[in-house]
């Protein structure tokens, strides 16, 4: 036999099994246009000269690894579908006089075929895709939009040998498969049942354990920085506990129901539980990866989203004014030269101030365990106990310029506004000297020291500057050279363009270099300015570019998705046909074989969904405060976005549902074998 002989062998034999491979090549392709375009746009100098490209091609060299990854993964589980429902087809030609040496040709040029199909499909549309996914990237993160179209040729280059890597692979595990089993083994392998699973408590212990562990992580951590520590301890319990759950948890349940002899003994009950209580070890895996997938589709792109849409709340929180200035280690004289610095570079622009405020600040680390404040390292054990917290202290009189209220306290008092943590204490101590908290004052009026939320935030008002040079003697002798100093701060509104107000800030830094030529190191001014500008097209580069990974991702999950539900319902449909067959055979009526399909699809379909929302869920406080490293605070946008593409995704799911019900039912109801 000549390889032309294979060649058209292979061709008629892909031809024949279309139902099984088309969405094969057809996820195959949309992969690699994807893959493609992750790499092209990675890769594009055309944005090296943009501002934020940087920060953007960082978060897509994420993508291309994720993507990477994930290929692999996909397409050799679901070549893992394909080679179960050829075996059969092998073992025939085996055993009609076809050598496996022969088989093997075969096969190579099943797998030429498909990947150049492939390969080539997804050059192609990742080709004439890029230019669109490139504008919707820089559209959704405000970045100018390039003229011109290339071809990447690293992309072509680099997906190419990637998806020719991964079809290699899936052909020597393929002809080792068929190469180590018999003929009459394979002739039969399609038809090959399940022993009973048998009830495996460890393992259901084990997944209750991990999934508990999981969901503790991201409940019980309050403190960003720790959660993001625990995040992917977290995540990988609660894959674990997922699949023990589905694999041991869901056999316990159904032998459970089978015990129930009111349910169990019922026509489609009957058929639906025992039936999944044999194939439940096949089953398991499936549905925990469909599970974990439409869990990180949700995740990903309600946190995306949310993020995205919260955007202006984010920029106000870090900086909540058009210009912001911070003068560190400040002087009576810095102050001085500060507020000089702002009125010159006004005047120089031409734009007035609408609004200000200014203030001297003291912000100090402290271990918070009820009314014991604690300034400590926290390398020191058995002291640093409690919430790390932020203090910011301030005097009374810059409260009463703040806030326009009069207050008076003696010196063993303090006011106390709350930014973010615990209130109701009665004294507060800190190392030792203690404050009787007068009264607890509202934080709304001291516009400034709102824009940590990592940590939870107290303003601590002390009578005057002796008291407040005695809070910074303390934690200097504590943290030595690392410790704070007071700062001043300047918070302005402006009458003014963007670009106005660009420049300004500008200028602001002009004058504190040419304020620090010629000066000793000692007398020299550190400051930092920021402005609303700048820091909300920053945010857009940001926010603009996880959203896009997230739909960018979200939508090869949800591809993913589909694929997989569509092979595990061919799979079980020929698993179910003989059985079918059978039961109508001894007297079992179409309706009832109806009735027994519907509520095995259902009960087996839409667990995967139910599970993955109970996982969003015990996610979700998890999710917030990972995001509050990112200044997003608002829970409540956070609710809806995420509300909302459950639902979204819910639909979608019933759509897929509704499809691959009708596949499944074709096959176990056709009368031909």
């Given amino acids: 036999m000549n390889n032309f002989f294979y060649g058209k062998l292979a061709f008629s034999n892909l031809k024949k099994n279309g139902k099984l491979y088309l969405p094969f090549i057809a996820a195959a ?26 920060e953007l091609k960082m978060i897509l060299g994420l993508g291309c690894g994720v993507i990477t990854l994930f290929s692999v993964v996909l397409l050799f589980y679901t070549n893992s579908f394909l080679m179960k429902r050829r075996k059969k087809e092998f ?125 503790g992580i991201a409940i019980v951590v309050k403190n960003p920085i720790d959660t993001l520590l625990m995040f992917f301890a977290a995540v990988l319990l609660v894959i674990l506990g997922t699949y023990c759950l589905f694999t041991a948890g869901s056999v316990a349940v159904l032998k459970l129901m089978r015990r129930k002899k009111g349910y169990y003994y019922r026509t489609s009950h009957f058929i639906s539980v025992s039936g999944m209580i044999y194939r439940m070890k096949q ?48 002087t009576t004289e810095q102050r001085e030269a500060a507020d000089k610095m702002l ?11 609408k609004e200000e405020k200014d203030y001297m600040a003291l912000s100090v680390a402290a271990w918070k365990k009820g009314e014991e404040m ?5 390398s020191e054990t058995g002291i640093a106990e409690g919430t790390l917290s932020q203090l910011e202290f301030i005097t009374l009189e810059e409260y009463h310029r703040l806030s326009g209220e009069q207050k008076e306290l003696s010196e063993d008092e303090i006011l106390v506004a709350v930014r973010q943590g615990e209130d109701g204490e009665e004294n507060y101590s800190f190392n ?33 500057q002796n008291i407040l040079n005695e809070m910074y003697d303390m934690q200097k002798e504590i943290y030595g050279d690392r410790a704070s100093t007071p700062d001043y701060r300047i918070y302005a509104d402006v009458a003014g363009t963007r670009q106005q107000i660009q420049e300004c800030a500008g200028k602001i830094e002009e004058q504190a270099e040419i304020y620090n030529q010629g000066r000793g ?65 001894v007297g079992m009526e179409l309706r009832e074989v109806k009735a027994s399909i519907r509520s095995q699809v259902l009960m087996v379909f839409f667990l995967p969904l139910a599970v993955a929302g109970i996982h969003v869920t015990a996610a979700f406080p998890l999710i917030s405060r990972i995001m509050a490293l990112l200044n997003f605070v608002n829970v409540r946008l956070h609710i809806i976005c995420t509300a909302g593409v459950f639902l979204i995704f819910g639909g979608m799911y019933v759509v897929i549902y509704i499809m691959t019900a009708r596949v499944y039912y074709r096959i176990v109801s056709r009368k031909d074998s």
Avoid at 374 to 378: L, M, P, Q, V
């Fill in 29 to 54: 392709i949309g992969i690699g246009a994807m893959y493609y375009i992750m790499l092209a746009i990675t890769g594009d100098k055309g944005l090296d000269e943009m501002n934020g490209a940087a």
């Fill in 521 to 585: 190191e000692q007398e020299t001014i550190i400051l930092r300015v920021d402005n609303q500008v700048d820091t909300r097209e920053n945010f857009l580069i940001l926010g603009g570019g996880f959203l896009f990974l997230g739909l960018f991702l979200g939508f090869v999950f949800l591809m993913a998705t589909v694929l997989i539900i569509y092979y595990k319902q061919i799979s079980e449909g020929y698993d179910d046909k003989a059985r079918f067959e059978i039961m109508q055979k």
């Fill in 283 to 330: 089953n398991a895996a499936g549905l925990a990866n469909i599970c974990i997938l439409s869990t990180m589709v949700l995740v990903m792109i309600a946190g995306t989203l949310s993020l995205y849409a919260g955007m202006e709340d984010v920029v106000q929180t870090m900086c909540p004014r058009d210009i912001v200035i911070r003068v560190y280690g400040c």
């Fill in 374 to 378: 604690r300034i400590c390292r926290s």
């Fill in 343 to 353: 009125d010159q570079a006004l005047q120089e622009v031409g734009i007035e101030v």
């Fill in 432 to 464: 030792g000297k203690m404050f009787r908290i007068k009264e607890y004052v509202d934080a709304a009026a001291m516009e400034g020291l709102d824009n940590n939320v990592i940590y939870d935030g107290y303003i601590i008002i002390v009578k005057d």
């Fill in 91 to 215: 073992g025939l030609f085996n055993i009609l006089g076809m050598e496996k040496r022969h088989i093997g040709r075969m096969m190579f040029w099943e797998t030429c075929m498909v990947a150049f199909i492939s390969i080539a499909g997804g050059l192609a549309a990742g080709i004439l895709l890029y230019k669109l996914v490139m504008l919707v990237l820089l559209r959704i993160t405000g970045l100018e939009i390039p003229f011109g179209f290339e071809i990447s040729v690293s992309a072509v280059i680099g997906m190419s040998g990637c998806f020719l890597g991964i079809f290699a692979v899936t052909l020597i595990y393929n002809l080792f498969q068929v190469g180590k089993t018999r003929p009459i083994e394979l002739l039969h392998s399609a038809n090959q049942g399940e022993a009973e699973p048998k009830t495996r408590w460890l393992m259901t212990l084990i997944g209750f354990v991990a999934l508990g562990v999981g969901y």
